[in-house]
């Protein structure tokens, strides 16, 4: 029998190592695994390339991550100039990669679906292209780029079975369907739990093929 | 530069005369700042979709604090609303509707936009330590029109309306129109075009407040 | 008030001229627009280029395009040698395209959501690769593949409301969404209408926004 | 080539000594013709996922007659069911799992296998005027491991396992092991390794019958 639950934090963390590149989901304050975020924090992993769509928020385990020296590297799509990750950066001590947000999500898309590289125009004509590969593809300016993959994502849901099956809630999937098809180790939180097939087939948001784990994490368990 | 005879429009005020140009059933993403704003001045009965990066279409106005949904938020992280009929979609499927053209408007802030259409709004310096990028690149080449709303000079009074950008760029050619406190002018291919202004401001003491030159419409 | 249903075929079929590139939905006998299609050769428009899974089947609308001489060029995935499409092929009067299939669903996508070209793998080392533009990866040899752009797409949904929010059942979907996003003009037949807000937000397949028209054809009105 | 004493596998029986070697969990696509029939001979109580390329995730058998569901139908056209847990999705969500690295197995049938994993399988010939491509292409190249099934040799003996294969590649470099009607051989960097035969019959009648070297295991 399929059981892709874990019974415990310890479970879910089980082999993330140093130096992994870590994918995590969430816009904002939604869809954040922040359990999982702490879990992670707990391992002790240091070296991390991390791949979000900000530097962490004040506060966010995240946060608590860089402020320990856990991350080496921060992908992201911007950096409050006030936060730890700026800080970090301009002492020197974090490697910082600032992308766009639809070429983020897109380069994640790619290394989900199989795609070795594509072309995009954004950010062709931008600071962004100094020194990178362009091509004009009918008279528009396009820079080539190659697909974001994770050793690990961490992912929230709102409900999810023993198969990996997410559903998500309202803005809650943001980055998580996407991460979870790009990561080798996809570990899912979750506050609710399904038996099989209590998930309706055209409900299922993210199908169980892309979670090798899940987390039960109900809710108002963990803030932070 | 000269001082304006006239009071300039505040925030809400640009934001209403941009919502006034936006027709019924177009699909529309709001940038953060006063673009944002726009959605409280379209009537609810002319449908508009708005559209949010974070994976929104169809999206609604602020919900009074009592129904409040933790999980539904814009790209600004402001507590939204859904319209009926709207939906869910996730980031990569977000962007693909800003990048694959299928938004009939993107309406951005900026720092400056060049008459021929270039826009800067994401950076001030090109050796500013962090960068702030986030979306707009990705929105500001892919949408079927791209306006601007921001004041027509900074606070110290430097025009913003320019010949070339001095800030970095955010995508070039891609501006089709601007709205701003005195104005609204479309950028065409001989560059800006004054469509409107406020009453009693003339054209040449817009001229004035402007570094690119203008065309009467 | 948006409201994309239209009265009759003739406001369905409104403005689709010569020399269209029409894609087509459904995949088998499974959500295939047969209604637009049949209007579509009604319509008679010609030197139509068809995209489509694969040519015609026996009896089918698309067969009768084909036999019609309506079609100057069909870009599909394969052709059964014994069809009315192969006949045409060898006898000059068809241009064939015959691409892999996740290469043509990648292709619509592409188009649909703004990427102007990608490599990939599929087809690289084969015949299909002759003459085309090729590029080591990871030392992986892959085809640049450009986006495959409908004027208009025919496609066949479940339910459908007045802002063209589509439900599909079961596999009716295949290439139905990716056509709708890789489209001008997105056409879609439905079983069933909905009320504005009737299809639940996590359960709606293709968001009206790639959709721009919906014909009601009730279950069993059409066969063929 | 010497006629053969014992009696080959048929297209059942291949198929079931296929099924023997999938384990609990893996995410398997099954090409048409033989692979198809490998389904079957898959205990239900052995929870592995059928993924089928019009969009299903988690098929299940053949439905009876009078349960058919017409909107319910696998990449080779026939009915079939879903399982508790399973779900659909889009063509383009579908082949992102084929060539996105997420089939643990793949098993299609081929004309021919190289020794060095290359595949034939979707024409007879270069100049065969209309092509049946299909998806076969994406599923080789994408899949973490590729199986064939397919007969030992043509119904005129002639050995399909191969040096180099005489019909237009699938892919190259791809397949992993082969299911014939006589043996199971895994493609190893020294090329063809035989890990099972059947009953009776010899590695050097094996090899009489195949055109590649053959090594021991």
């Not at chain 1, 993330?16 to 304050?29: C, K, M, P, Q, R």
């Not at chain 1, 600071?127 to 050793?151: M, S, V």
């Not at chain 2, 499927?93 to 299928?102: E, L």
């Amino acid at each position: 029998m399929i059981d892709k639950f874990v019974p415990s934090m310890a479970a879910a963390m089980e082999g993330i190592g140093d130096s992994a590149t870590v994918l995590l989901g969430g816009f904002a304050d939604v869809g954040i695994p922040r359990a999982l975020l702490a879990g992670l924090v707990d391992t002790g992993a240091h070296d991390l390339t991390i791949v979000a769509v900000a530097g962490g928020r004040e506060g966010s385990a995240n946060e608590r991550l860089l402020s320990l020296g856990r991350v080496r590297k921060l992908i992201c799509t911007f950096v409050r100039p006030a936060s730890i990750a700026a800080r970090l950066f301009q002492r020197g001590e974090l490697e910082l990669e600032i992308i766009p947000q639809g070429t983020l999500a897109e380069r994640l898309r790619a290394a989900g679906a199989g795609i070795p590289a594509f072309y995009t125009p954004t950010g062709a004509d931008t600071l962004l292209a100094e020194g990178r590969e362009t091509r004009e593809i009918n008279g528009r300016l396009c820079l080539l780029e190659y697909p974001l993959r994770g050793d690990v994502a961490l992912l929230e849901a709102w409900r999810a079975d023993r198969w990996g099956n997410l559903v998500y809630r309202e803005a809650q999937q943001n980055f998580n369907p996407v991460m979870a098809m790009a990561a080798d180790l996809a570990i899912a939180q979750t506050y609710h739990t399904a038996e099989l097939g209590e998930l309706e087939p055209n409900v299922i948001d993210t199908p169980g093929v892309f979670v090798q784990r899940v987390l039960h994490v109900p809710e108002g368990e963990i803030h932070g | 530069m000269a001082e304006l005879a006239i009071k300039p429009l505040g925030r809400e005020a640009m934001a209403e005369r941009v919502a006034r140009d936006i027709p019924e059933g177009w699909l529309v993403n709001l940038g953060i700042g006063i673009p944002t704003l726009i959605a409280d001045f379209v009537p609810e009965d002319r449908e508009v979709l708005f559209h949010s990066e974070n994976g929104i279409i169809g999206m609604g106005k602020a919900p009074p604090k009592e129904q409040i949904n933790p999980f539904l938020i814009n790209a600004s992280s402001q507590h939204v609303t859904l319209r009926q009929g709207g939906s869910y979609i996730h980031h990569a499927d977000s962007f693909a509707i800003a990048r694959g053209g299928h938004l009939d408007l993107c309406v951005l802030g900026a720092f400056e936009v060049s008459d021929s259409g270039d826009i800067a709004n994401w950076a001030r310096s090109a050796d500013e330590p962090v960068k702030q990028v986030g979306g707009a690149m990705d929105l500001a080449i892919g949408t079927k029109r791209l306006w601007v709303v921001m004041e027509h000079t900074t606070k110290e009074g430097a025009p913003r309306l320019v010949q070339r950008c001095s800030y970095p760029l955010t995508a070039k050619r891609v501006v089709k129109r601007v709205y701003t406190n005195l104005a609204v002018l479309d950028v065409e291919p001989r560059g800006f075009v004054v469509r409107d202004m406020l009453p009693g401001l003339s054209f040449e003491a817009l001229q004035a407040h402007t570094d690119a030159r203008l065309h009467q419409a």
